[in-house]
């Protein structure tokens, strides 16, 4: 259902409740539209991905890394 801002301030109580019941609710002003969605189908759209930071705190601490330089020599390159 597509509502008007001024009715949907009026009656938010209703809208979010038809939000959880029957998902999205289209609110327009002016010729411009949002959609209000719930946590959860939000979530399901974005994937709920955790920021970046995050994920960095989230790497397991116990896994050892060699990060030593490869000695190596390099190919031969020619120009």
């Known amino acids: 259902m597509a ?3 001024a009715e949907a301030k009026n009656k938010f ?3 979010f409740t038809r939000v959880i019941e029957e998902g999205p609710q289209f ?3 002016r010729n411009e ?3 209000l969605l719930s ?4 979530q399901r759209l974005t994937g709920d991905k955790p920021n970046f930071i995050e994920h960095l705190l989230n ?3 116990d896994v050892e890394l060699d990060l030593s ?3 190596s020599p390099m190919r031969d390159v020619e120009w």
């Open 3 to 5: 509502w008007q801002l």
């Open 13 to 15: 109580s209703e809208v």
């Open 27 to 29: 609110v327009t002003r």
């Open 39 to 42: 946590k959860q189908e939000y």
């Open 69 to 71: 330089r490869d000695k």
């Open 33 to 35: 539209e949002i959609v």
């Open 59 to 61: 790497i397991p601490k």
